[in-house]
């Protein structure tokens, strides 16, 4: 059993989970390989129907650090397995990690030499997209990774901070959680991390791929029709922490968000 005192490095990391059985085992092993071991794994397992909940509790018994918390009932989307896990961590750090897919084994290394370099509250890195695990190749980071700045407004034109490579201040989790509300599904992460760079000057990133992002058709996020609508709807509700609404900007972030997404895929397929 983990005892109660943790490092100030410690990292709580939070998976939901829900029929991950085909995938479970694989992000788990991601994040056991990682290079800096002072860690929580807390996969919080969303009512499964399959046996998603029996592999993390196997593993368990094998790995203290691997925590199984199980939900009442069935929420129907991550954000309230992601803040119970969050209200559980005993870390002053929580990283965010779906259930399908995988990190780099120096991830939260370099994540948290960056955030202590840079006096950071959140940090991001930049992803890879794969279909099948035999695809993946590590690439080692440079020595001089770079770090860049992500400010409130470049969160706004474009999502840049993707959940599965965030590592952010339990205080800033606690203080604005995931919105529950089903309406923001598949966006509560979205609204939940622009509204934390309401409250820091910017956030950092890394400039490599340290999360593997893996595709498949049954996704929440596959339905690209319907995701426009849901940002879109997601905007119009934003509100500053002025208490000011985003207005006709929610439509022009709408668009910008999309355009630079498409961009960017159809970079990523040519590489």
Excluded at 232 to 261: C, D, N, Q, W
């Amino acid at each position: 059993m983990l005892g109660d005192a943790v490092a100030p490095n410690f990292v709580s990391v939070v998976v939901p989970c829900f029929n991950a059985s085909a995938f479970i085992r694989s992000t788990v092993e991601s994040v056991l390989a990682q290079t800096h071991t002072a860690f929580e794994l807390l996969v919080v397992d969303d009512k499964s129907t399959d046996d998603s909940a029996a592999i993390v509790r196997a593993i368990g018994e094998r790995d203290p650090r691997v925590v199984l918390i199980q939900m009442p009932k069935n929420a129907g989307a991550p954000a309230a397995p992601r803040n119970a896990g969050v209200a559980a961590a005993r870390g002053e750090w929580i990283a965010f990690l779906d259930a399908d897919d995988l990190w780099h084994p120096r991830k939260l290394e370099l994540q948290m030499r960056a955030l202590a370099e840079h006096a950071a509250a959140l940090c991001s890195t930049q992803m890879k997209d794969f279909r099948e695990e035999r695809d993946i190749v590590p690439v080692e980071p440079p020595a001089s990774l770079r770090v860049e700045r992500v400010t409130l407004r470049q969160q706004l034109l474009k999502y840049r901070t993707p959940t599965s490579s965030i590592v952010v201040r339990r205080e800033l989790m606690r203080a604005h959680p995931f919105n529950e509300d089903l309406s923001y599904k598949a966006r509560e992460d979205t609204d939940c991390f622009i509204q934390l760079h309401e409250h820091m000057p910017y956030s950092i990133k890394l400039a490599h791929p340290l999360v593997y992002y893996r595709q498949q058709a049954a996704q929440i996020s596959g339905n690209k029709g319907k995701m426009v609508g849901r940002h879109l709807s997601m905007l119009k509700k934003y509100r500053h922490k002025s208490g000011e609404s985003l207005g006709v900007m929610a439509y022009v972030y709408t668009v910008t968000h999309f355009l630079a997404s498409i961009y960017v895929r159809a970079i990523r397929r040519m590489l």
